[in-house]
């Protein structure tokens, strides 16, 4: 050290000192706000809202002009389930279909199936709720593997889903309520795919007595050869398909706005700020 930085040292020791604890004291302090708003914790999400009511799901297959053949034909299957769990309308459905004809024959050969599921829900707000309307919410996730070809023909499919919102009005006159579709989306898929959205189908007036859920899914192809040339054409799809009906009314539930003393006191003694403080109030004051 140069005689110029010692005498500097040597004349403002106390100045020194004070700004290293200064530097110190703003790092620790920096820590803890770190720790507290770790321990503080994400925002909540919106509260849930327990919806109730029934769900039934029906599926239905179909193929032609025949099921079953040799070297022409067609074959369908569906498997559906539905649902209410924890205040939450589910559904799950698994389908597959295989057309397939060999040869043109004098006038062409055809051959088609489809597989079908369907879900209704009634949807009813729970009796404990505030009556405020709140959001309805529908999640779906489809996956599809589609393969397709024909030589001298035509061979198509895929899946396709259909989700339908119908409002329960209060009629002007008498009892009782008509619905009203207020939400109608729909999509179709020709070529493997993943897929998945969250569609927000409005508020929902828990005022009204109720409101009905339809959602319509469908796995289906179809195969044609021309007359006399046709030499083949097949067509397959598998489809896998399910949606959740969730509800909530926007608002968080309540969160503390500040740690509690014990988890205060906890994170300044982890930090060692309390001790420091302690030393510091303790130590004489300098001239």
């Not at 004098?106 to 088609?112: D, I, L, Q, R, S």
């Not at 001298?152 to 119908?166: F, P, S």
């Not at 020709?190 to 409101?211: R, V």
């Amino acid at each position: 050290m140069s005689d110029s930085s010692s005498r500097t040292a040597r004349a403002h020791p106390v100045s020194l000192a004070g700004a290293r604890w200064v530097g110190r004291w703003r790092t620790r302090v920096s820590l803890v706000a770190a720790m507290l708003l770790v321990l503080a914790g994400p925002q909540a999400a919106a509260a849930p809202v327990a919806l109730s009511g029934p769900i039934i799901a029906t599926t239905t297959t179909q193929c032609a002009p025949w099921c079953g053949g040799l070297l022409s034909g067609a074959d369908a299957e569906i498997d559906a389930d539905s649902g209410l769990a924890n205040g939450q309308f589910r559904g799950s459905a698994f389908g597959w279909t295989s057309a397939e004809v060999a040869g043109g024959g004098w006038f062409g050969k055809t051959a088609a199936a489809t597989a079908t599921a369907e879900w209704w829900a009634a949807v009813h707000a729970p009796d404990d709720h505030d009556g405020d309307p709140f959001n309805l919410y529908f999640d779906w996730n489809l996956w599809l593997f589609a393969n397709h070809d024909a030589m001298l023909g035509q061979a198509v499919g895929g899946a396709e889903m259909t989700v339908r919102w119908y409002e329960c009005r209060p009629r002007p006159t008498g009892p009782g309520c008509s619905s009203f579709l207020t939400f109608e989306k729909k999509r179709v898929y020709n070529d493997s795919i993943s897929a998945q959205e969250t569609w927000d189908l409005g508020l929902y007036n828990s005022n009204m007595s109720y409101g009905r859920l339809n959602v319509l899914f469908t796995v289906g192809g179809a195969v044609s050869t021309t007359p006399i040339l046709g030499v083949y054409a097949t067509a397959s799809d598998v489809a896998t398909f399910g949606f959740t009906l969730r509800a909530d009314d926007g608002l968080p539930p309540p969160q503390p706005t500040v740690p509690e003393p014990g988890t205060l006191s906890a994170a300044l003694a982890a930090m060692g700020v309390l001790g420091l403080l302690r030393r510091r109030r303790a130590s004489p004051a300098r001239s």
